[in-house]
């Protein structure tokens, strides 16, 4: 009996160690690269000069996002820091499941005065 718990108690070790590895192993950059999974949902952000539609965006964690940016002024580009995710003007983005957290949305296109400025805040929970 007594062998039986220690070998349960092990694999549960070992399981948890890889739960951990495989969460701080995350550069999350597979995340973007599941170009064939299928996306429970949507999410458009949109730009102007020099600013984002909203502040905050906020999706569900471990679920598949199509991540989409729509310029209604001027040339702007997306990229989710952290989150391997980079958008460019009416494409859609691969599918990318994130993990919980906050994420930063910036603009990476040198789009005039403005463009420091141009950040948001991804919410994933
Ligand atoms: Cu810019």
Known sequence: MRMVRKRIAAAMAALALTGALAACGGKNENAA???????????????TNWQFDKAEYTVPKDTPIRYMLENEQGAHGVEIEKAGVKLSNGKKSKVATLAAGTYTIKCNIVCGQGHLAMKATLIVK
């Open 33 to 47: 690269e599941q170009e064939t999974a299928v996306a429970s949902q949507d999410l458009v952000i949109r730009a």
